[in-house]
């Protein structure tokens, strides 16, 4: 067989044929690639422009929205648009950090999309120089029980693959997975949220760019070889599922971690050791090898010409088009100096990888590739990148907006049996423990990880200095759906309480936007009210975006995904003594709670439970109000005043001081500190009706303090805009006691864990 | 690779000895007996390789596939592994 | 002698190498140095530490690629001269492959990884890796892994029983994987080559969680120093 181009539509084919819309391209858009190009594109030209011009290689629907982010601060090395974003964590240490979403091949193919999730968002984070230290996980899902999905088997299935795909591929690579969360709604079925958020560490003076720069040098292509998978992964990601579309099928690719692994060493061997003769290095990741390449020359403000011919292959008869735009697992492109190629190769070699010359930059600006000694594709290189086009597309306000807010919150809520109502909720697979799923992560590879999953933040320590790192993600999609802008609002103040519990200081945040077809106007608005919503919150909290991702198109047969825009935030503890945990640790210690419960039932847990659906208006939060909380509580744990913290969030006061008591089991890593936490308990009041311990308000925590402590906790919250009330002590009861207004809660602490604890297993056997 | 030589298509099965526990094939047979067939009594899950070759003089394939069989493919702690050779007319 | 140096051997995918020599040569501050799988030599070194991970991807059996690495002859030398040798998790699997530990790691009855803090007992207080614990002492050392389920045959155990080559069980209730009577670790014949599926490297600083590794780095260090 010879010249497989022969079998590719001509350019006047690809125009009447108009193929380029099965690719996702509009007429509009071909018109406007063939006008910049003064000439019909060929084949090969016009699956580039296609793929460069989705919306998953170019966000060319929500590039006006990421652009009104904050994205600068006093500590941010590098913002948006490398690999991933930096900050400053000081001592000549930085923390690189990016998130991911991985939803549609995760939809098809569930343990293989995970898997291939995780890996991608690690070469995000060594591609910048860092080394992976800890990856964490927000997943959505369909709900687990037979009454309320439509396919309960199924999404059985998605969670038991999903979290064997990511602990398969992160335990092999081993890097920790120390955290995230995972919950249930109906939305979810058919198509599920899978977010991976990695962090790296990184030397200030190691820090790469993605660029290929200066004339002459060398691009070398290393890593796994190229085959036929992927193909159209990124146009893929950017369509909505239809029912019974099977040729999508053939868009998941399979990952090896083993390789993965070689290629981190090996690239940070190169980074380390010889970054006198590397220029840059990018991840192959959405559209392969034109996305990366592309992105690197655009960087630099150069050209380059590409030979395919020595782009290592796996397959045979692979046309230009294939190989641009396969999306192969595990590669990475770099920019060599001249004449050092050889000291590269050697490098790869020795740990077992291939790292061949695939073409070389040019300073005409031209994206060249040579095929079979035929120049197949000629390019300005910023047609494909920096001219990409950009959508102001219309919002319309959500018609559900309306109609939700009819109805109170408080509609359809009634709490006659407190007590069976707080079991039911610590057994909702939301609430209920998720130590099932992270029993199957190795947490505590490369052994700096001091807070495992289960509270609030994860926490890991940095070497060599007195600092460590919370981190956590979060996100409630059912607030955002009944509020898009308080909701945004909400998920990154939750964030932030979370890594304010830990005791660290909140640096910055990453984001996965997840949401449906942008070109639907409602969609469009909830994007654009809920980023307001980030941005307002992020500048209260002063934690710039400094990386993310816009998953779009979250679909199934036109049922959007609630909008949920993932949050991963990542605190600095600024000494390891000032780590806390959200478990109880003393009998005798004094509990309080910070900030006021008001009746926030709309989208809660509870109301869920009650009426089997979300409404009514979500009260405005107070964002500077919340920021001084979280400024005298940070003060009081920097003092050593405070010996266990935990926001309220899901299930409420009742459900936070449980999970306090529940500490930690005795079995998972926690248990030198709180030896007595099995049979801890609590005896608290709260002058509020029964109903108001299931209300989630954002912004209020349960702490435990010392007796010791306590007069001087009192003080530093007299003087401060927080308020602190002190509602019990932690016991040796074994009961969780909660008296109220009504008849309040009275259980013992171990049936009530053991509730919490089998839930989710029992839910998904 | 020599045109006149012999070539072989070898298949290997290798599967735990039968005092070895189990767990993935009697997950398995759980899941078959769960879906209503009836009639199944054991269910043990191996390893299949599929293996090209072409012969060496003096050597003959079957020695050279037990010892690759005996050092790498199974562990003869707790594996046990049978296997097929054929002439294969590529 | 002069104060001893540990080579820990890095393989194709081993990810608790650099964890082990944090241990040994920061926690502890014992010289260490990482040596390669393709090494031939492991001249200057004292005693051989075979780290946790996935051995070129664990793709056919845990550890069935790694012992044919060069670097295992020169360990094989080790463990007959009466050296040293200890292998944690994969490092456990590859000795066991490599024959020089009887048995096997096999899939865990859950059939599911697990990581969690492992109770352990210490079996055998006599040996050179144990001698620092008292016998019977509980340990919190944290395990990780799917395949670590300890298989021997019936007139195996009994050997390993008699010949008091059980270094360390799971406490009675805490088998997190399945392994014949509680075992989490065992040595040769004679004494020198442990293999266990908990990480001691992982429990030695307490802001981790357990400084519990500790003495088992002490009982070797002073084995090779008396």
């Given at each position: 067989m010879k010249g497989v181009q022969l079998s590719e539509p001509t350019a006047e084919e690809v125009r009447d044929t108009k193929i380029y819309r099965s690719w996702s391209m509009t007429d509009a858009e071909y018109e406007r690639a063939v006008k910049m190009l003064g000439r019909l594109p060929n084949y090969t030209e016009a699956g580039l422009f296609a793929v460069m011009w989705s919306e998953h290689c170019c966000y060319k629907s929500s590039t006006p929205i990421l652009k009104t982010f904050p994205t600068t601060g006093p500590r941010v090395l590098q913002g948006p648009g490398e690999g991933a974003g930096i900050v400053d964590i000081g001592n000549g240490k930085a923390v690189v950090f990016k998130a991911e979403s991985h939803n549609h091949p995760s939809a098809v193919e569930p343990f293989e999309g995970a898997a291939t999730g995780?890996?991608?968002i690690l070469r995000d984070i060594f591609s910048m120089g860092a080394r992976p230290v800890a990856v964490l996980d927000s997943l959505r899902f369909g709900e687990l029980s037979a009454d309320k999905a439509k396919n309960v088997e199924h999404n059985k299935f998605l969670v038991d693959q999903v979290v064997a795909g990511i602990s398969s591929y992160g335990n092999?690579?081993?890097?920790p997975t120390v955290g995230g969360e995972t919950a249930f709604d109906s939305c979810y079925e058919g198509n599920p949220l899978v977010n991976v958020m990695c962090v790296g560490l990184i030397d200030q003076k190691d820090i790469q760019k993605g660029r290929a720069a200066g004339a002459g040098n060398s691009i070398m292509y290393v890593g796994a070889t190229t085959g036929r998978d992927g193909i159209h992964g990124a146009t893929f990601a950017s369509e909505e599922f239809g029912e019974g579309n099977e040729t999508q099928r053939s868009a998941v690719q399979v990952g090896d971690p083993f390789?993965?692994?070689?290629?981190?060493?090996?690239?940070?061997?190169?980074?380390?050791?010889?970054?006198?003769?590397?220029?840059?290095?990018?991840?192959?990741?959405?559209?392969?090898?034109?996305s990366s390449s592309t992105e690197m020359a655009s960087k630099a403000g150069t050209g380059l010409y590409l030979k395919l011919d020595d782009v290592p292959q796996r397959e045979t008869n692979m046309t230009p088009y294939e190989m641009m735009l396969s999306e192969s697992q595990e590669r990475m492109l770099l920019c060599v100096k001249k004449g050092h190629e050889q000291e590269i190769t050697d490098i790869f070699t020795s740990y077992g990888l291939d790292a061949v010359t695939i073409g070389n930059v040019t300073d005409d600006g031209m994206y060249t590739l040579e095929h079979k000694g035929k120049v197949v594709a000629e390019i300005p290189v910023r047609f494909l990148t920096d001219d990409a086009p950009e959508y102001h597309l219309p919002t319309a306000v959500p018609q559900r907006l309306a109609a939700l807010r009819t109805t109170d919150a408080r509609d359809g809520i009634s709490v006659t049996n407190p007590e069976q109502t707080f079991l039911e909720l610590l057994a909702s697979p939301t609430i209920a423990s998720k130590e099932h799923i992270w029993h199957t992560y190795d947490s505590q590879v490369l052994t700096n990880t001091v807070i495992r999953p289960g509270s609030d933040a994860a926490v890991i320590r940095v070497r060599n200095t007195d600092t460590a790192l919370a981190m956590t993600t979060d996100c409630n999609g059912r607030y955002i759906y009944l509020d898009p802008e308080i909701g945004g609002k909400i998920a990154v103040a939750e964030?932030?309480?979370?890594i304010v519990a830990s005791g660290a200081t909140p640096l910055a945040i990453t984001d996965c936007l997840n949401y449906g077809s942008p070109e639907n106007p409602e969609v469009m608005y909830d994007l654009t009210q809920s980023a307001a919503g980030l941005s307002a919150a992020c500048k209260t909290f002063e934690t710039p975006v400094i990386s993310g991702n816009v998953s779009l198109y979250n679909e199934t047969s036109h049922e959007a995904v609630y909008p949920t825009p993932m949050i991963g935030m990542v605190g600095l503890i600024e000494h390891t003594d000032h780590i806390v945990t959200q478990?109880?640790?003393?009998?005798?210690?004094?509990?309080?709670?910070?900030?006021?419960?008001?009746p926030d039932f709309a989208g809660s847990e509870l109301q869920k439970l009650q009426t089997g659906s979300i409404h009514g208006q979500i009260s405005d939060i107070d964002l500077e109000g919340i920021k001084a909380t979280h400024d005298t509580l940070l003060a009081a744990i920097r003092e050593g005043l405070v010996a266990s913290a935990h926001d309220v969030s899901e299930g409420g006061v009742a459900v936070a001081l449980a999970e306090s008591a529940f500490g930690f089991d005795s079995k998972s890593g926690d248990g030198s500190e709180n030896p007595q936490a099995d049979i801890l308990g609590v005896d608290a009041k709260l002058d509020l009706e029964d109903e108001l311990l299931f209300a989630e308000t954002i912004g209020t925590f349960v702490v435990s303090v010392p007796l010791t402590a306590v007069a001087r906790f009192e003080e530093l919250f007299a003087d401060s805009d927080a308020t602190a009330t002190r509602i019990g002590s932690v016991d040796n009861s074994g009961l969780l006691e909660i008296a109220t207004r009504g008849k309040g809660i009275?259980?013992?602490?171990m049936s009530a864990k053991k509730v919490w604890k089998e839930s989710l297993a029992c839910l998904l056997s | 690779m020599p045109t006149s030589s012999k070539n072989y298509k070898v298949t290997v099965y290798v599967t735990y000895k039968e005092s070895v526990l189990d767990?993935?094939?009697q997950a398995v047979q759980g899941a078959i007996t769960r879906m209503g067939y009836e009639g199944i009594d054991t269910v043990r899950i191996g390893k299949y390789f599929e293996i090209t070759a072409h012969e060496v003089p003096g050597t003959p394939i079957e020695q050279t596939v037990d010892s690759i069989c005996d050092k790498l493919l199974a562990n003869p702690n707790m594996e046990t592994y049978r296997y097929d050779i054929e002439e294969d007319a590529r | 002698m002069s104060a001893p140096r540990f080579a820990v051997i890095v393989f194709p995918g081993s990810n608790c190498d650099k964890d082990l020599l944090w241990a040994i040569q920061t926690v502890v501050g014992v010289d260490a140095e990482f040596v390669r799988h393709d090494a031939t030599s492991l001249k200057g070194f004292d005693a051989a530490m075979l780290p946790g991970g996935f051995s070129y991807g664990d793709y056919l059996r845990c550890g069935a690629i790694a012992r044919f690495s060069p670097v295992m002859e020169e360990v094989h030398r080790f463990a007959d001269e009466g050296k040293p040798v200890f292998g944690t998790c994969n490092g456990f699997q590859i000795l066991c492959e490599a024959g020089l530990l009887p048995g096997a790691l096999l899939k865990n009855t859950s059939l599911r990884f697990v990581c969690e803090t492992a109770e352990v007992e210490v079996a055998n207080n006599e040996t050179r890796f144990t001698s620092h614990y008292e016998k019977d002492q509980r340990l919190r050392i944290p395990v990780a892994h799917a395949e670590g389920r300890y298989t021997v045959t019936d007139e195996e155990l009994e050997e390993l029983t008699a010949n008091h080559q059980i270094a360390f069980r799971y406490a009675k209730g805490h088998n997190p994987n399945g392994s014949v009577d509680d075992i989490a670790g065992v040595t040769n014949k004679a004494g020198n080559v442990l293999g266990m599926m908990p990480h001691p490297e992982r429990a030695v600083e307490a802001l981790l969680g357990s400084a519990d590794g500790l003495p088992f780095f002490s009982s070797l260090i002073a084995s090779m120093t008396a």
């Open positions: 995780v890996g991608g092999c690579i081993g890097v390789m993965e692994k070689q290629l981190v060493e090996a690239c940070l061997d190169v980074i380390h050791n010889h970054n006198d003769i590397l220029v840059g290095i990018q991840d192959m990741g959405a559209a392969g090898l034109v964030a932030a309480s979370n478990a109880f640790k003393a009998a005798g210690d004094a509990v309080y709670l910070i900030g006021s419960l008001r009275s259980v013992s602490t | 767990p993935q094939g | -």
